[in-house]
């Protein structure tokens, strides 16, 4: 323990730090000083950074446990006895650096390949134990229109995928004696790697590719694989109200893997091909329909698209160019999860104004031309509907 700094000075805290700042001050330590990050280093810089490394891990053993703080607070490095650098890197008693780095940065935390393989640290090795092997997800679309969309509607999906040779059942061999422990990972599906003498991280086994056996005598029909590629047809349930993009994972229907794993998941997308005449916003609808000045004037009927049929409404006399009506519940439901109730169907009133009039037709405006009723006088609704038009312009 000779010569080595003060476990405070180290993390660089004063003697008074709570636990919460010591925690702190080892976590910046560990994103500057943590091997992964000097890969591409000098062999000089990569040396510093494992010693600042194992200094920064072995004060934080002491100070982030109450009683070893206790004794190094009243004795110093003699009060610790075997409990910190006794034998070394390794002697750190009960200290687990991957509890320490899952606890610091949570299990998500995936920045450096090598917090998921630390050895050396009292209890942070691996067991041998063989992973679960996943196969790949697949990815496929369907496109549906919006009548689909607004029912909901069961799909058909083709797809090529791996699945489990019915030869062997997966195994890659007929005898299950032929099965072997892979010999380079022990069965474990990686292997091991150290790194600057005193860590280690583990990458997949360059033998078995993770599986973690080898197979003598391959089945014939898969060549050892234990898969065989077949087409399968996936019926798919979409819900009502789906948008674009949006995206259905059907579990197990993915790619499998040999016997002892699981199967990947089937990953539909979901595109929305363009209707012809109704524009869609989120689970409203929105039509533009083109009527004759005289409707406009006098009043009228119109046929308007809906998702069910056809829907005839009034044209009111007086209706301005821009004018919108609002049809409730009879837009789009919302989907499960996004929302709720059913969107409406908004229709824009587009008045036409006919470019050439016949004599009698041009006589018969000129004489409304001077009527007071043909004056611009605008009511609230006018004012309010022309002031949108101007901001859109």
Same mark, same amino acid.
């Given at each position: 323990?000779?010569?080595?700094?003060? &476990?405070?000075?180290?993390?660089?805290?004063?003697?008074?730090?709570?636990?919460?700042?010591?925690?702190?001050?080892?976590?910046? +330590?560990?994103?500057?000083?943590? *091997?992964?990050?000097?890969?591409?280093?000098?062999?000089?810089?990569?040396? #510093?950074?494992?010693?600042?490394?194992? /200094?920064?891990?072995?004060?934080?053993?002491?100070?982030?446990?109450?009683?070893?703080k206790a004794r190094y607070d009243r004795f110093g490095e003699?009060?610790?006895?075997?409990?910190a650098g006794g034998s070394g890197f390794g002697g750190f008693g009960d200290f687990n650096i991957n509890d320490v780095l899952?606890?610091?940065?949570?299990?998500?935390?995936?920045?450096? !390949?090598?917090?998921?393989?630390?050895?050396?640290?009292?209890?942070?090795?691996?067991?041998?134990?063989?992973?679960?092997?996943?196969?790949?997800?697949?990815?496929?679309?369907?496109?549906?229109?919006?009548?689909?969309?607004?029912?909901?509607?069961?799909?058909?999906?083709?797809?090529?995928?791996? /699945?489990?040779?019915?030869? @062997?059942?997966?195994?890659?061999?007929?005898?299950?004696?032929?099965?072997?422990?892979? *010999?380079?990972?022990?069965?474990?599906?990686?292997?091991?790697?150290?790194?600057?003498?005193?860590?280690?991280?583990?990458?997949?086994?360059?033998?078995?590719?993770?599986?973690?056996?080898?197979?003598?005598?391959?089945?014939?029909? @898969?060549?050892?694989?234990?898969?065989?590629?077949?087409?399968?047809?996936?019926?798919?349930?979409? *819900?009502?109200?789906? /948008?674009?993009?949006?995206?259905?994972? $059907?579990?197990?229907?993915?790619?499998?893997?040999?016997?002892?794993?699981?199967?990947?998941?089937? +990953?539909?997308?979901?595109? /929305?091909?363009?209707?012809?005449?109704?524009?869609?916003?989120?689970?409203?609808?929105?039509?533009?329909?083109?009527?004759?000045?005289?409707?406009?004037?006098?009043?009228?009927?119109? !046929? %308007? *698209? @809906?998702?069910?049929?056809?829907?005839?409404?009034?044209?009111?006399?007086? #209706?301005?160019?821009? !004018?919108?009506?609002?049809?409730?519940?009879?837009? +789009?439901?919302?989907?499960?999860?996004?929302?709720?109730? %059913?969107?409406? +169907?908004?229709?824009?009133?587009?008045?036409?104004?006919?470019?050439?009039?016949?004599? !009698?037709?041009?006589?018969? $405006?000129?004489?409304?031309?001077?009527?007071?009723? &043909?004056?611009?006088?605008?009511?609230?609704?006018?004012?309010?509907? &022309?002031?949108?038009?101007?901001?859109? &312009?």
């Open positions: 323990m000779a010569g080595k700094r003060d &476990f405070y000075e180290v993390l660089g805290v004063d003697r008074n730090a709570s636990p919460d700042q010591i925690k702190s001050a080892f976590r910046k +330590l560990v994103l500057k000083w943590h *091997p992964d990050k000097w890969v591409n280093a000098s062999e000089e810089e990569k040396k #510093t950074a494992a010693d600042n490394f194992k /200094e920064a891990s072995e004060a934080y053993s002491v100070l982030s446990d109450p009683d070893k003699a009060g610790l006895g075997g409990d899952r606890d610091l940065f949570g299990g998500a935390f995936g920045g450096f !390949s090598g917090f998921e393989g630390f050895g050396g640290f009292g209890g942070g090795q691996r067991s041998g134990q063989r992973r679960v092997v996943k196969g790949r997800d697949i990815l496929t679309r369907v496109y549906l229109t919006l009548e689909e969309i607004a029912t909901g509607v069961e799909k058909e999906v083709t797809i090529e995928r791996n /699945e489990r040779c019915p030869d @062997c059942g997966g195994k890659g061999t007929k005898n299950e004696s032929d099965v072997q422990t892979c *010999p380079v990972c022990n069965g474990s599906g990686q292997e091991q790697r150290v790194m600057n003498g005193f860590m280690y991280t583990y990458t997949t086994c360059s033998r078995c590719h993770g599986e973690g056996t080898v197979v003598k005598n391959p089945c014939r029909s @898969c060549s050892g694989t234990g898969l065989v590629r077949k087409r399968a047809t996936i019926k798919v349930k979409i *819900p009502a109200g789906v /948008e674009s993009g949006m995206q259905l994972t $059907i579990k197990g229907e993915g790619h499998a893997t040999k016997a002892g794993g699981i199967n990947g998941d089937l +990953l539909v997308v979901i595109e /929305e091909r363009e209707h012809p005449v109704l524009r869609r916003e989120g689970k409203n609808l929105f039509y533009s329909v083109v009527i004759p000045v005289t409707d406009a004037l006098l009043g009228g009927k119109v !046929s %308007v *698209p @809906c998702l069910d049929g056809n829907y005839t409404i009034d044209v009111e006399p007086g #209706t301005q160019s821009g !004018s919108v009506v609002r049809l409730r519940g009879r837009g +789009l439901p919302a989907v499960k999860g996004y929302g709720s109730g %059913v969107g409406d +169907l908004y229709v824009k009133f587009l008045v036409w104004i006919p470019k050439k009039l016949k004599s !009698s037709e041009k006589s018969a $405006i000129e004489a409304m031309r001077d009527s007071s009723s &043909f004056k611009p006088d605008l009511s609230r609704d006018d004012k309010n509907l &022309f002031d949108k038009m101007k901001e859109n &312009f």
